[in-house]
């Protein structure tokens, strides 16, 4: 069984910043990719980033320039730095990790950013 805990969602106001925690345990053996999606109110479930076993890393056009994406190997753990918010990204933030061709996700974290 795969667990992911994430960490470090809560309200900003506009232009500010917010870093994602999310750290995986349990039946971990190679994880082929880590990943951030989000689901605001009222909207689909959307990816945000993805950082590959290689350091491959991929983003939405939407936060390109604002997110960063990384992982820590040794730590099973991924973050998303997330800068110059905007109230376009309040949402739920889900972290995902993908081993041997199956997903897990975590309970998410909300984000809020004011105006």
């Known amino acids: 069984q795969v667990r992911l805990v994430e960490s470090g969602g809560g309200l900003v106001q506009a232009g500010g910043s917010l870093r994602l925690s999310c750290e995986a345990s349990?039946?971990?053996?190679?994880?082929?990719?880590m990943s951030w999606d989000r689901q605001a109110p009222g909207k689909q479930r959307e990816p945000v980033a993805y950082?590959?076993?290689?350091?491959?890393?991929n983003y939405a056009d939407s936060v390109k320039g604002r997110f960063t994406i990384s992982r820590d190997k040794a730590k099973n753990t991924v973050y998303l730095q997330m800068n110059s918010l905007k109230p376009e990204d309040t949402a739920v933030y889900y972290c995902?990790?993908?081993?041997?061709?199956?997903?897990?996700w975590g309970q998410g974290t909300q984000v809020t950013v004011s105006s």
């Open positions: 995902k990790i993908t081993q041997q061709f199956q997903d897990y």
């Open positions: 349990g039946s971990i053996s190679s994880i082929d990719a």
């Open positions: 950082i590959t076993d290689s350091g491959y890393t």
